[in-house]
């Protein structure tokens, strides 16, 4: 998941645990972002300031073994389209 994300332009941080940080940058990005993904039933949540600086807003991902192929494939689907429709990644 995190490697395919990379793939598609992504900036996953250097985390090694099952989170996988998406760095968006603004507070606001990434609070659009996450609300965009959750509204086609991908749950991921956005950290903002001040619990990260101001211009390192990211969203938090966690994959499980209760995740199927479909649904990392589905989330991956998502992520490539909104994070283009919010110029997060280039299209």
């Given amino acids: 998941f995190k490697g395919e ?6 900036d996953t941080g250097a985390s090694e645990t099952p989170i996988t940080p998406v760095l968006v940058g603004e507070s606001e990005a990434a609070i659009r972002f996450s609300d965009a993904l959750f509204e086609v039933g991908v749950f991921v949540t956005s950290v903002v300031y001040p619990t ?6 990211r969203l938090r991902a966690i994959v499980t073994g209760a995740h199927s192929d479909e649904h990392l494939e589905r989330a991956l689907e998502a992520f490539d389209r909104i994070g283009r429709e919010l110029g997060i990644v280039a299209g």
């Fill in 5 to 10: 994300l990379q793939r598609l332009g992504f």
């Fill in 52 to 57: 990260v600086a101001l211009d390192k807003a």
